[in-house]
């Protein structure tokens, strides 16, 4: 782009925003982190300048680890979006490898298909997937969360993959196909072991979509020991009216740490599954 | 290519393509259908079933634990008469359009802000990306505390700066706990917008601005007559994607609010859960939620048909 600004236009065309930005993303998390180091004495004093600690703690953590299930609830989470993402993958390229490599009448109404449930959203399915639930007997069950995450998890890497599998070159699959592979083995031996840039960015992101998924485990998870880290803080940790703000930030945090690692790790996947599947299909 | 010959001859010794069943499931239609069935049949089972399971249940009056007797059109009608349904509606309007207008024009400042070269652009692009990240759930209950009416930060701040004292009411004022629940979608949502149109940015020829600059434009006009019109289309495509799930949003607002004060923030997600999970009327909350679905029919529809076109 166009160069050669001085100092000060630089601070106002690029610092001044980009900060601005920055300041506004990450102070409420700034806020939980020393929320949750802040002694209780400290936290409802109104007289102390409260953007800084004073007295750090580790209590509220120790707290929480010991007197709630936190630890169970990270666990079932953990459990439930991975579970929950190996089960889409699958399907997804199950339905996006034919989509995206053969013709067949109705695939384009199925592609169709595919990409309107993706874009359902959860609150028009939960009331009769509540009652179906119960009548299969899965309430308070892990089953029940590993079950229902999919139906948006799956269209939603078919159609990720899909899009980046119609960038893979076919000649490989063509030359296996004269030599006489089967399409199977074409599309085992051949073709999946080139896309595992394609399944890191949908494993991402099913995962963190999995991570935060509410309103599923709200309704079907209402035993402490099945329940996963949203539904437990917000449903345990928040007691009547008395809020234990120390533990709640504490709780806010440990559990968005899982998803900023993996996330920090692949975050060049991240950003072009964003930027392509999501939005060039 | 010749590194990867070795693995193509070993994949292809085992298939004799010469027996009938094989070259059955060659067939391209025979090799998809059978490819795709499982996971077709799973989503069948699982959003298809429930979505029409769902439409018999608004025709029905069916208290939880209880068998359903039909009604016909009834939970619509004491829909339509309900003042709250209105107020409902209303409100998941407001929020859509306003919270929507900010992400778009917030994203947009974003991402030209961000399309300039500078040292630890990617540290910066992914600590902008958290917001977005984090589960909804767990940066919501910060802004809560955030928010809290005693101990408010916000307020604090606001204080110092000059505010009377004790600041304003965010969530128990119905105006203000609207404000709020916009003001913390736009916050969690604006990084996706700034963040997928910086990757429309990048891809606009710089020719294209050089050009026009030679031509006498100025920043202005270069931004109204070369990057609007290239963005157009990504712009069309996350705007639709942000109107679909902040129409249906839930997880803010229930946390945040619980649809209060006075139904002031309630949205058509957050009543049909009341009234289905709360009083244990599913009949009646599936025809809330169901309310939502010619919005959405028509959303869902242009976005896919759009999606399918780029």
């Given amino acids: 782009m166009v160069t050669g600004y001085g100092p000060v236009e630089r601070l106002v065309r690029l610092w001044l925003p980009v900060g601005f930005f920055l300041v506004l993303a990450l102070f409420p998390f700034y806020w939980m982190a020393i929320t949750s180091l802040k002694p209780d004495v400290e936290l409802y004093n109104r007289h102390i300048m409260p953007l800084v600690l004073h007295n750090p703690t580790l209590k509220h953590y120790i707290d929480l680890l010991t007197q709630t299930n936190f630890l169970t609830w990270t666990w079932n989470t953990m459990l439930v979006a991975v579970v929950s993402t190996a089960i889409s993958l699958v399907f997804g390229v199950m339905l996006a490898y034919p989509l995206a490599r053969m013709r067949f009448a109705g695939a384009g109404l199925i592609a169709m298909t595919v990409a309107a449930i993706y874009l359902v959203p959860q609150p028009l399915l939960f009331i009769p997937l509540a009652d179906l639930i119960n009548r299969l007997d899965l309430g308070n069950t892990l089953t029940a969360v590993i079950l229902t995450y999919p139906t948006m998890l799956v269209p939603f890497s078919a159609w990720l993959l899909l899009g980046y599998f119609k960038t893979v070159p076919m000649e490989l699959e063509e030359a296996a196909r004269i030599d006489g592979a089967s399409r199977l083995q074409t599309m085992r031996r051949i073709f999946l072991p080139l896309c595992t840039p394609g399944f890191i960015s949908a494993g991402i992101f099913a995962f963190t979509l999995s991570q935060n998924e509410f309103l599923y485990a709200l309704i079907f998870l209402t035993k402490s020991a099945v329940r996963t880290v949203p539904v437990g803080v917000i449903a345990e940790l928040i007691r009547g009216d008395v809020f234990y703000w120390g533990q709640l930030m504490a709780g806010a945090l440990l559990g968005s740490i899982p998803v900023a690692l993996i996330y920090s790790f692949f975050v060049e996947h991240y950003v072009a599954g964003l930027t392509s599947g999501s939005v060039k299909g | ?310």
């Fill in chain 2, 1 to 310: 290519m010749s590194v990867r010959s070795e693995p193509l001859l070993a994949a292809a010794r085992p298939a004799r393509r010469g027996a009938p069943i094989g070259l059955w499931l060659d067939r391209q239609s025979v090799f998809s259908w059978l490819m795709m069935a499982p996971p077709l049949l799973f989503l069948a089972a699982l959003v298809g079933y429930p979505f029409c399971y769902g439409i018999l249940l608004s025709l029905q009056d069916r208290p939880v634990a209880h068998p359903g007797t039909f009604v016909g059109l009834q939970n619509f009608i004491t829909n339509f008469n309900d003042p709250i349904f209105w107020r409902v509606a209303l409100n998941t309007f407001v929020y859509t359009a306003v919270a929507t207008l900010l992400k778009m024009v917030g994203g947009l400042g974003l991402a030209v802000a961000m399309n300039q070269h500078f040292r630890m652009k990617n540290l910066v692009r992914a600590l902008l990306l958290l917001p977005f990240i984090v589960p909804t759930v767990l940066s919501t209950v910060a802004w809560m505390w955030m928010l809290d009416p005693a101990f408010s930060v916000v307020n604090r701040l606001l204080i110092g700066l000059g505010l009377p004292r004790p600041g304003p009411s965010w969530l128990g004022n119905p105006i203000l706990a609207m404000f709020s629940i916009i003001m913390i979608n736009t916050w969690r949502g604006l990084p996706f917008y700034g963040i997928t149109l910086l990757a429309g940015l990048q891809t606009v020829p710089p020719e294209l601005y050089e050009a026009a600059t030679i031509d006498g434009a100025s920043g202005w006009q270069r931004f109204r007559y070369v990057t609007l019109p290239l963005l157009q289309p990504i712009i069309l495509i996350v705007t639709l994607f942000s109107v679909i799930f902040t129409f249906a949003d839930f997880q803010l607002v229930y946390v945040l609010t619980h649809g209060g004060p006075q139904n002031a923030t309630q949205l058509f997600a957050t009543y049909a859960f009341d009234i289905a999970m709360g009083a244990g009327q599913l009949g009646l909350g599936a025809s809330v939620a169901l309310a939502m679905f010619p919005a959405l029919a028509l959303l869902i529809f242009a976005l896919t048909i759009y999606m399918r076109r780029g």
